[in-house]
């Protein structure tokens, strides 16, 4: 970090440093890789391809809702206002799929069908595209979010009503299909992602955090998708599920202490999609530069 900045406190989250400027926040995104609640590896230049990805889908998607953007420093740092969080994460799913505890894939598995306000039909199988895209918020939490049953204990967390919910939703959905028509040009599917929102000083709605990043989406090719499903394999993904899946295959990660390390070539062939996602697409080649750990 660079010493000309005045910082005041530092937050280390899961994947980003976060320094109170007072008014405003400094967000570093580091190359930390976060998965079933604890952080599992480094992947390098991770943190500059979330920065600058987020930075992009912001500016992409102003004409649907604000953001707390106010500049990019520098490959890894973003400035943003500061605001009240809505203590919610919006996950926008337009497959079934995942590997994780939570995940839509295993649940169903195990037999559930109610999520959240939508019942699923019986039938489904892994990877296949839903009737319809569906919301699953979960609480926010530093150690283990927890998915939200109904509405009623959605309107009982701080500063949510039914008519900022409404607005919520409205614009997750918005964001999503947003995100997949500019990307069905670029043979692209975003299958599911989250949202995190706040209240700007004025109490105005806010799209805060980042967006459509591939720590908090999932990204596959049109084709790779389309054969796995006839398959019965994985499709090819550009996010975090190739590290995830390898160490499901290799311990319990939610219950044992010491993680062992992924080998080091799946580490740089997840840096190496990493950067390819970005590059298809923003157009442009990512800005590197020394990680600021």
């Not at 649907?64 to 799913?93: D, G, S």
Request: aromatic share 8%.
């Amino acid at each position: 970090m660079s010493s000309h900045l005045k910082i005041q406190e530092k937050i280390q989250g899961k994947v980003r440093d976060i320094y109170d400027e007072g008014s405003t926040l400094l967000l570093v995104s580091t190359d930390r890789l976060s998965a079933f609640d604890r952080s599992i590896c480094e992947i390098p230049h991770k943190g500059q391809v979330l920065n600058q990805l987020a930075a992009f889908w912001f500016s992409m998607t102003q004409h649907i809702i604000q953001n707390h953007l106010i500049e990019i420093l520098n490959p890894q740092t973003m400035r943003v206002k500061k605001c009240t969080v809505i203590p919610i994460e919006v996950v926008v799913r337009g497959y079934i799929t995942g590997t994780t505890n939570t995940s839509l894939w295993t649940l169903y598995q195990q037999g559930e069908r109610h999520f959240f306000n939508t019942e699923l039909p019986e039938g489904l199988k892994k990877n296949q595209k839903l009737p319809r895209p569906i919301l699953t918020p979960t609480t926010k939490s530093h150690d283990h979010d927890q998915p939200i049953k109904n509405l009623k204990d959605l309107l009982s967390l701080p500063h949510l009503t039914q008519d900022l919910w409404n607005q919520i939703e409205l614009v997750a959905f918005k964001l999503f299909q947003f995100a997949n028509d500019y990307l069905a040009e670029k043979n692209l599917i975003l299958a599911d992602t989250k949202y995190e929102f706040g209240l700007d000083s004025s109490g105005k709605l806010c799209l805060i955090d980042e967006i459509h990043t591939p720590d908090s989406s999932r990204y596959w090719e049109v084709q790779d998708w389309q054969e796995a499903l006839k398959n019965n394999s994985e499709p090819a993904s550009y996010d975090k599920e190739i590290i995830r899946l390898w160490y499901k295959n290799h311990c319990d990660p939610y219950q044992i202490k010491i993680l062992p390390r992924a080998p080091e070539a799946l580490i740089q062939r997840l840096s190496q999609r990493y950067q390819t996602l970005y590059q298809k697409i923003t157009g442009s080649a990512l800005t590197c530069a020394e990680s600021l750990e």
